[in-house]
Nanobody, 121 residues
Framework: QVHLVESGGGLVQPGGSLRLSCTAS?????????WAWYRQGPGKEREWVAT??????TDYAGQMQDRFTISSDDSNTVYLQMNDLKSEDTAVYYC???????????????WGKGTLVTVSS
């Protein structure tokens, strides 16, 4: 069992910035193959935002890389730096990790419970 916990959400004015974090923890040894961020706005379906592989290769949906940056570190944490936020960025942001426990051949996808980002003046 692994727990993914997001933090860093909140209320921000248009044009502002936020940095989201998500940390994976478990009582068992594991490695992270890749991380991703998703979001779900009010009345919308969940959509993919960005991915980073264990090798540090990143990918973004649409034009999000113009304002968003995904990164990760050796503490089993992934980040999403969001700049120049707009009202349409209002959403619950979820982290998703492809995590492989020792002894497993393949990783599985795990979700955090989400952190709310509200962009409003």
């Amino acid at each position: 069992q692994v727990h993914l916990v997001e933090s860093g959400g909140g209320l921000v004015q248009p044009g502002g910035s936020l940095r989201l974090s998500c940390t994976a923890s478990s009582g068992s040894l594991f490695s992270i193959n890749s991380w991703a961020w998703y979001r779900q706005g009010p009345g919308k379906e969940r959509e993919w935002v960005a991915t980073i592989t264990g090798g540090g290769v990143t990918d973004y949906a649409g034009q999000m890389q113009d304002r968003f940056t995904i990164s990760s570190d050796d503490s089993n944490t992934v980040y999403l730096q969001m700049n120049d936020l707009k009202s349409e960025d209002t959403a619950v942001y979820y982290c998703n990790g492809n995590i492989r426990f020792v002894g497993e051949l393949h990783g599985k996808y795990y979700w955090g419970k989400g952190t709310l980002v509200t962009v409003s003046s």
